[in-house]
């Protein structure tokens, strides 16, 4: 069974930096393509980033391009992403997703892409 844990949030100031980790277990991990997603209450799950099996397809939403950088370890069968120059406007909760479809490519932007979710955490960017 997959399980992926979150870990990383706390609260920052504008324009700080964190770096999220989501160790994977139960799965071979090199495989599977992978993403990060966040969301607000009373909004649906947004796209922010994606990693290909083999780290040579990436893809960012636009609201945090230049700003975020995703990266994967295979071998520690982890995920990062790295939050730099942070705003209020990405305060969220962040989760990890593992994908196992094969039309990923297509279909990697939205929620329903991926197959298995951790199980969140709290980033918090105030002023």
């Known amino acids: 069974q997959v399980q992926l844990t979150e870990s990383g949030g706390g609260s920052v100031q504008v324009g700080g930096s964190l770096r999220l980790s989501c160790e994977a277990s139960?799965?071979?991990?090199?495989?599977?393509?992978m993403g990060w997603f966040r969301q607000v209450p009373g909004k649906e799950r947004e796209f922010v980033a994606a990693?290909?099996?083999?780290?040579?397809?990436?893809s960012y939403a636009d609201s945090v391009k230049g700003r975020f950088a995703i990266s994967r370890d295979n071998d520690k069968l982890t995920l990062f992403l790295q939050m730099n120059n942070l705003e209020m406007d990405d305060t969220a909760v962040y989760y990890c997703?593992?994908?196992?479809?094969?039309?990923?490519?297509?279909?990697?932007?939205?929620?329903?892409?991926?197959?298995?979710w951790g199980q969140g955490t709290q980033v918090t960017v105030s002023s």
């Open positions: 997703a593992l994908s196992k479809t094969m039309r990923w490519r297509a279909s990697r932007y939205v929620a329903t892409g991926y197959d298995d």
């Open positions: 139960g799965v071979t991990f090199r495989p599977y393509n």
């Open positions: 990693v290909g099996a083999s780290d040579d397809d990436i």
